[in-house]
């Protein structure tokens, strides 16, 4: 708690002293949460945009703390896209508005129906979990999303009317091709239960008739015993893959793969090229839970 307390004040002043900052004039800048709506605005837009990224690849966004060029870039943006309840933004987020007055700040996730994660218990009572942040990695949630993604550029920035008009059928069918792809696959697998080190396939699983087993029990390592009822667990099913962030620590899926003699593939979830990541998860689902 004191470390987040720490983190608050840092970011606040970091994006306070940003906010007062002067402004040069500069190409406008769109910000985003992840790298995979960094790809759609500039697939959308034909990279008319600076974009800034608020989690890099390769980071943890439970846990990451944007730089201050980041909140610099932040404050100089027209738009901030956010994706729902990541770690990072509760730092700032309840001052972004007061912080950058003309942002238009969009919250995806109130354009989707949001899932929410497991009660947790604590002592004697139970709390809701909190909402799955992995929108994106759906690709029937991206084609909700895309509209949205080009009305507010447009909104903000009418300029980009032509290049939007013209590159969104494109962007469009590269997402509708995804989906219906994943759909075919998935009505002809013979196994639809795999096991996942962070449950970051939450909304693909949902919307695909797929089961996805958790390794990280309410966002931390498992313990023994309960690494020990996971690895029954999948021996049982016969899970014959477990899917591993590349962010993530390894030895535990390791572990329970020597035991159950499933595969561990690496996915990325937070990828720049969607489309390309998209396809290969699509490929190893087809592959192994055929």
């Not at 990224?53 to 703390?65: E, L, R």
């Not at 003309?102 to 989707?112: A, M, Q, R, S, Y």
């Not at 449950?199 to 020990?228: C, F, M, N, W």
Request: aromatic residues 8%; contains cysteine; proline residues 6%.
């Amino acid at each position: 708690m004191q470390l987040l307390k720490i983190v608050s004040i840092s970011a606040l002043l970091v994006f306070t002293l940003a906010g007062c900052a002067e402004r040069e004039t500069r190409e406008p800048i769109v910000s985003v949460s992840i790298a995979p709506l960094h790809y759609f605005v500039d697939r959308l837009t034909g990279e008319a945009l600076e974009v800034n990224v608020m989690v890099p690849q390769g980071s943890g966004h439970g846990t990451y703390s944007p730089t201050a060029r980041q909140m610099q870039k932040l404050s100089d943006s027209g738009i901030y896209f956010q994706v729902p309840s990541l770690g990072y933004e509760q730092a700032f987020i309840r001052r972004l508005d007061e912080m950058n007055p003309d942002i238009k700040h969009v919250d995806l996730g109130n354009f989707v129906e949001l899932i929410r994660g497991e009660p947790i218990e604590h002592g004697d009572h139970f709390h809701e979990g909190g909402i799955d942040p992995h929108i994106w990695i759906s690709p029937k949630v991206m084609l909700e999303l895309l509209p949205v993604l080009r009305d507010v550029i447009l909104e903000i920035y009418p300029e980009l009317d032509e290049a939007i008009n013209e590159n969104y059928p494109y962007v469009l069918a590269d997402v509708e091709r995804i989906h219906f792809e994943m759909q075919e696959i998935a009505q002809s697998l013979s196994q639809r239960r795999f096991m996942i080190f962070h449950p970051a396939l939450t909304y693909l699983a949902r919307d695909y008739d797929l089961e996805q087993v958790s390794i990280e029990h309410e966002g931390k390592e498992p313990s023994p015993a309960q690494l020990s009822h996971l690895i029954r667990h999948a021996r049982a099913e016969n899970v014959p893959v477990i899917f591993i962030q590349e962010e993530y620590d390894i030895r535990n899926a390791r572990l329970v793969a020597e035991e159950t003699g499933a595969e561990i593939v690496q996915i990325n979830p937070l990828a720049y090229d969607w489309v390309l990541e998209m396809e290969k998860l699509s490929q190893n689902l087809n592959i192994y839970l055929r």
